[in-house]
Structures are given as C-alpha cells and as structure tokens.
C-alpha cells in the first residue's frame, strides 16, 4: 500500500510538472561510470556493474530491454553480478550467494533541486531476488551522502522490465540531493538480481531559458577576427558538468550547422559572459546572429534579436613593374586598382617610387585600398633596382666627370687630351655634343641618367651622367 500512494505522488507529480517541468539529472549508462561510485563499502559475493551482458551460461539470462530504454534491447545498464559465476560465463545479472550481503551504487555527485519543487526520481528496473529477503532498495541524501534515508519501496519478484517513478516532499528544495540504489541479499533468492536503466530525476520550477545579447561588435569586414565577450542570461537549474556554448548562424540567421565561436563550463545561472573568437574565415553577408545552448539540460536559447553584418570584400589589384636603374629619377606609382588609394614600401613617398633611396635589390610595393564601409585590403607587387654596371666600357676609365649628379654643367678632366664629347640617352642616340672643353652644359635636359662618350686619343670610353 505504502508503495502505490508512492506512485500515486510520483503520476501526480507528473501531472502537474508538464508545463514546466524540468530535468535534473539523467543517465542512460551508455558513458560507464562517470556518474556513479560502485560498491563503497558493504560486503558480500555480489557487486555492482555496467556493462551490457544479457546472456546466462548456468543461470537465467537478464530479460532483453522494451523500446523505451536507449540502445535497447541490450544497452549498458546497472546491475548485480557475481565475479565467481562470470568467470563460467554467467557475467549478467544473477544471484548467487552463499551468505548475505550488502552493496550500494551511488551518484557520484549530488544534484541542486533549489527553486524546484514536486521532484520525481524516474528508472526502469527488474529484480527476482526473493521478497522481503533478498531484494533492492533506493535510498537518498539531502546532506551529500553523509547521512542515508530509506524510501520504503521494496523491488522484488520482478522478472521484466518495469518503468518506476516515485517522489518526495524531502527532494525540493535541496542544495545537495543523491540517491543510490542499495541492493541486499540473504542467502536464499533467484536471479535475475537487481537491474537499472535510464535513471531521470526532474521536477517543477522555472522552466530552463537562455536570453542572449548582441555582442559589442555589430559589423566588421571580411577577413578580420572579431575577439569580444557575449553575455547572456540563464534562468533555471543546470547540472553539473553543464557547458554553455556560443553559436553563430550562417549569413542568412538559420543555425542548422553553426559555427561554435566560444565555450563556458559553468552550472550556475543568472547573468553570465562566454569569451569568443569569430573567425575571419566567416563569409560575408548581413543576416548573422548569435545565440547560446546549454548541453545538461539540453536548452537552446534565443539569438540576440539583431542582424550582424560582415562587409564583403573589395577586391585590390596591382600592376607589374619594370626594372628600374638605381640612377634613374624618383618617378609615380601606378596601376593600383581601385584607384585612390596608396602605395608604400621602401624608397617610397608621396606615391612616387625612389630608387636611390630604395637602393638595390628587389622591394616590395604595397597598394592599400579603403573601401566606403571603411575596410582596407591591400595587395602587393615586386619592383627591382640595379645598378646599371652591364655595360663594359665603364671599366678601366681614365676621366673624371665633375659634378655627378649635375644640374648646370659638368667637365671631365683627363691628362690625356680630350678631343670630343657626347651625351646619349640609355639607348644609344646621340642627345649634344661638344667639340671643346671646358663646362659643358646640360641645363636644358631634363632629369634622368644619361651616358657620356668622351674621345680620348681615338678611344672612345663611356660612363654614367645623372642629371637633376
């Protein structure tokens, strides 16, 4: 009698938990034993175990599972074995016992019902054993295992599977709630011993919910990395081990496949910040949003409310360049794409290109580009600077050109007589001559390297002429 006004409770519980009920803690015991301390304490030839065994050698096989168990119909489950009998093949529920004996399996960690109410532990089971004799029992803490509590519910004589739930006034409201299932044997009984699957504890409080808030950066360009912290609210009770994750949705807001973009391990609740990092790999587009999950209890939030746009990207282009003599005058930069924007890199000022000062080698130019949304991109091209020395007649000389570079007029001294003098440009043609010596001017060309051929003795030898 005492166990039907139990369940009675438990369906009213149910009943009235259906518009807001809330879970507290599950397992399936397909991870193993994560969330249970097995066979502290106690004595007896029996043990606690997970596993997924069904099949007897000597003994009853454990029945196969209904549909309504994870992974049925033979899932990992708890249950009483008996080492001695499993080394003959008997590794499944079965009672063998020559004395009594007394074994606990219990939660590993206690659970908070704070703020809940109508709580209900919920679990399918099976356990022959022997009425009143051998049999299983739960048992529960509301001071984190230090003291024990009977529910007065006896499992015996059950051979199939059966779905249990039962509750108790004692289980709202509690900071630190266990429960464990205690399993006694004398030394008659039958197997199957005692079997348990798909443990829930839930209850009636605020429903679980996650608000979350735009980020602080609404809009940024193409390829940059947004670093920011997303805050959000959680309302309910989540379990321990509970991870908050931050999600972006694709360009268009739907989140079929989101992008994970940051992480919090954190059961508690109230106002909350999860660090993220959105990648710069994001595709653009104007219909983003964010939003927050919890994993225990499974809860998805609601996004931010407001669209977040990435800029698309401009598209930046740069012409080749020539190779240029070292000698040859600063000149403009051009070929960027889209135009107006700048070029920088060694030897480079004011948009024009020096190749003094960039000196010899090759340079890296670099075209930058700012867009209408304020995003720069930018790409790059090689220029080379040589110093113009492939020519074999500048070897050897026996003149000198004074002042090099020149802006009026130059002389060339030799102590071999000079019989004539030309400029040309870098190709060969001839630009002026001169037939006497003394100054000769070259204020009337314009700045650029020049090569000058002075007739010495009927030798004609060349050098460079840089004029400014």
Same mark, same amino acid.
């Given at each position: 009698m005492k166990k039907l006004l139990l369940s009675l409770s438990a369906c009213f519980s149910l009943m009235? @938990?259906?518009?807001?009920?809330?879970?507290?803690?599950?397992?399936?015991?397909?991870?193993g034993t994560a969330n249970w301390s097995l066979n502290v304490g106690g004595s007896g030839q029996n043990n606690w175990v997970i596993n997924n065994a069904f099949t007897g050698n000597l003994f009853t096989s454990t029945p196969t599972q209904p549909g309504g168990i994870t992974n049925s119909p033979e899932s990992q489950y708890l249950h009483i074995y008996n080492a001695s009998a499993?080394?003959?093949?008997?590794?499944?529920?079965?009672?063998?016992?020559?004395?009594?004996?007394?074994?606990?399996?219990?939660?590993?960690?206690?659970?908070?019902?704070?703020?809940?109410?109508?709580?209900?532990? =919920?679990? *399918?089971?099976?356990?022959?054993?022997?009425?009143?004799? $051998?049999?299983?029992?739960?048992?529960?803490?509301? =001071?984190?295992?230090?003291?024990?509590?009977?529910?007065?519910?006896?499992?015996? #004589?059950?051979?199939?599977?059966?779905?249990?739930?039962?509750?108790?006034?004692?289980?709202?409201?509690?900071?630190?709630?266990?429960?464990?299932?205690?399993?006694?044997?004398? $030394?008659t009984g039958s197997d199957p011993s005692f079997s348990v699957d798909e443990v829930v504890v839930s209850g009636m409080g605020a429903a679980n919910d996650i608000t979350t808030n735009s980020p602080s950066q609404m809009a940024w360009? *193409?390829?940059?990395?947004?670093?920011?912290?997303?805050?959000?609210?959680? $309302?309910?009770t989540y379990n321990a081990g509970n991870v908050y994750t931050a999600e972006?949705?694709? %360009?268009?807001?739907?989140?079929? @496949? !989101?992008?994970?973009? #940051?992480?919090?391990?954190?059961? @508690?609740?109230?106002?909350? $910040?999860?660090?993220?990092?959105? !990648? #710069?790999?994001?595709? @653009?587009?104007?219909? *983003?949003?964010?939003?927050?999950? %919890?994993?225990?209890?499974?809860?998805?939030?609601?996004?931010?409310?407001?669209?977040?746009?990435? *800029?698309?990207?401009?598209?930046?282009?740069?012409?080749t360049y020539t190779d240029v003599c070292v000698y040859t005058p600063f000149f403009p930069l051009t070929g960027g794409l889209p135009t107006g924007g700048t070029y920088s890199g060694p030897g480079v000022a004011a948009g024009s290109f020096d190749p003094a000062a960039a000196g010899t080698g090759t340079h890296t130019i670099t075209y930058s580009y700012t867009d209408g949304n304020n995003c720069t991109y930018s790409t790059t091209e090689t220029i080379t600077v040589d110093d113009c020395l492939s020519l074999g007649e500048l070897d050897n000389l026996d003149f000198k050109i004074l002042p090099n570079p020149v802006s009026e007029s130059f002389s060339v001294e030799s102590i071999t007589p000079i019989e004539s003098v030309r400029i040309m440009d870098m190709h060969g043609r001839v630009i002026q001559s001169y037939v006497e010596g003394g100054a000769y001017d070259v204020s009337t060309l314009s700045e650029g390297v020049y090569l000058v051929q002075v007739a010495l003795a009927g030798q004609l030898k060349t050098t460079r002429l840089v004029v400014r």
């Open positions: 009235f @938990a259906s518009n807001a009920q809330t879970t507290i803690f599950q397992d399936d015991f397909e991870s499993c080394t003959s093949g008997d590794c499944q529920a079965v009672f063998l016992a020559a004395s009594g004996g007394d074994r606990t399996a219990e939660m590993a960690n206690s659970i908070s019902t704070t703020g809940i109410t109508n709580v209900s532990l =919920d679990f *399918y089971y099976l356990c022959n054993g022997e009425v009143s004799a $051998t049999y299983g029992t739960v048992d529960y803490s509301t =001071d984190d295992g230090l003291t024990w509590l009977n529910t007065g519910v006896e499992y015996a #004589g059950v051979a199939t599977w059966t779905q249990e739930s039962i509750s108790n006034p004692a289980w709202d409201n509690q900071a630190n709630l266990k429960f464990r299932f205690h399993w006694i044997e004398s $030394t360009c *193409y390829g940059t990395t947004i670093t920011d912290q997303l805050d959000f609210t959680a $309302t309910g972006m949705s694709d %360009a268009a807001g739907s989140f079929a @496949a !989101p992008t994970t973009i #940051g992480t919090l391990a954190s059961s @508690a609740s109230g106002s909350l $910040t999860i660090n993220i990092s959105i !990648p #710069g790999s994001m595709p @653009a587009g104007s219909g *983003y949003r964010v939003r927050v999950v %919890a994993s225990d209890p499974a809860t998805v939030g609601t996004d931010n409310g407001t669209d977040i746009e990435i *800029y698309p990207e401009t598209s930046v282009t740069l012409g």
